[in-house]
């Protein structure tokens, strides 16, 4: 166990439970930004006995304490994120791939938004990574139903 992680949690005031250091540890190791699925096929070959109902109830526990962030990007599955630094995403519009990217200044002034107790912003960027600009088929706006062909 990486005593960091362990620390971690407890400042947070999460007890540092087997499951929380394992995932917390994961995710702080990639930058993919893995959904649950993806965290819980990875670590199988070291946990068998972890079930994917664990793996979302334990990112529910980092989340509600501010360790993980939840990434919504309609896709249908959420993923997750647990490095802290302010950072905005880029989105691959072909694969589905997600990088960090540095945060733009920000439009929004927080000290402008009266008395909006302003949290946080995220930002997100769509494009194309390299490999999906080769296979050009990908290329293009993404397609509304209506406009695919039958
Ligand atoms: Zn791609
Ligand atoms: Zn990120």
């Known amino acids: 166990m990486a005593t960091g992680t362990v620390e971690a949690l407890r400042r947070h005031g999460l007890r540092a439970t087997p499951q929380r250091v394992m995932l917390l540890e994961e995710l702080r190791r990639r930058h993919d930004h893995p959904s649950a699925e993806d965290l819980h096929r990875s670590l199988l070959p070291r946990s068998p006995t972890l079930a994917l109902s664990t ?7 980092l989340e509600r304490v501010g ?4 990434l919504s990007l309609g896709e ?15 989105v691959c519009l072909g694969c ?16 402008q938004v009266g008395s909006f107790r302003y949290a946080y912003s995220r930002v997100v960027h769509y494009g194309w990574c390299p490999r999906c600009q ?8 993404r397609r509304g139903r209506e406009e695919c062909p039958p």
């Open 55 to 61: 793996v979302y109830a334990t990112l529910e526990s």
């Open 67 to 70: 360790l993980v962030t939840r």
């Open 76 to 90: 249908g599955r959420d993923r997750y994120d647990a490095h802290a630094h302010p950072h905005a995403h880029l």
């Open 96 to 111: 589905g791939q997600v990088q960090d990217v540095p945060l733009p200044p920000l439009a929004l002034d927080p000290a």
């Open 134 to 141: 080769a296979s050009a088929k990908d290329i293009g706006p």
